[in-house]
């Protein structure tokens, strides 16, 4: 998709403080940063990019939950996304290295990969991920290619401005549901600060800010969380 201007950055974040407002969350302090400058400019990863990220994603999950090495690498040969998978996530296909925890949390990464491209109608931090989602994502188990779910989708990707408007409000959510938890706070739905840090993450990775401040668009495995 084609780089446009971005929004004004100090009306987006007005508009995500007076959501964690409504929501009942702690505001982060004044000095909190912005997601992007004025004269920023912003896109969205192409499509078939994000597309091959929410099908690993969606393999990970399956071998978390008891899919074979062997059925998850002929899966990924038979799609051609051996090139999309990151290193952490090869040692885990292929002999169950790693966090087992990290990759499931990794579902809430995925829906929000799929609000970017029309799948899931919103993202609402009171909520949790959709029940339909499964059927909006590649058949594995049924021998559903990459490519033919690819033909069977109807993407309707978010405009970079909107899409970026939610990174903003999820940078904020991500310190408001820490700061909830370590002061023992109310959260205002039945998800917590890991699911909302997995939507900022994939957020994070599929809008691209182009600047004078911006490096160039990470690694899911680069995405940077720290702040």
């Known amino acids: 998709m084609t780089a446009v201007p971005a929004p004004d950055p100090g009306a987006v974040r007005e508009a995500s403080l007076d959501e964690l407002s409504r929501l009942g969350l702690p505001l982060p302090p004044e000095n909190f940063p912005l997601v992007w400058e004025p004269g920023d400019e912003i896109e969205l990863r192409p499509v078939v990019e994000v ?4 099908a690993v994603l969606h393999l990970i999950l399956a071998r978390c939950f008891g899919m074979s090495m062997e059925a998850a690498m002929g899966w990924l040969l038979n799609s051609r996304l051996v090139d999309s998978v990151t290193p952490p996530e090869w040692d885990f296909v292929t002999a169950g290295k790693g966090d087992h925890r990290s990759f499931v ?3 809430d990464a995925l829906f929000a990969l799929t609000w970017v491209l029309g799948l899931t109608r919103q993202l609402d931090p009171s909520l949790p991920v959709d029940e339909d ?3 909006k994502l590649p058949n594995i188990v049924g021998g559903e290619t990459f490519d033919g779910w690819r033909a069977r989708l109807l993407v309707a990707p978010q405009h970079p401005a909107d899409a970026a408007a939610l990174l903003d409000l999820h940078y904020c959510l991500d310190w408001a549901y820490l700061e909830s938890e370590r002061e023992g706070l109310p959260l205002p739905g039945v998800i917590d600060s890991h699911a909302i840090g997995q939507r900022r993450w ?4 599929a809008v691209v800010l182009r600047g004078p401040y911006h490096d160039p668009p990470p690694g899911w ?3 940077d ?3």
């Open 51 to 54: 597309e091959a990220r929410i």
């Open 105 to 107: 949390l990794h579902h």
């Open 133 to 135: 989602l499964i059927a």
């Open 202 to 205: 994939a957020l994070e990775w």
């Open 221 to 223: 495995e680069e995405v």
């Open 225 to 227: 969380l720290s702040t």
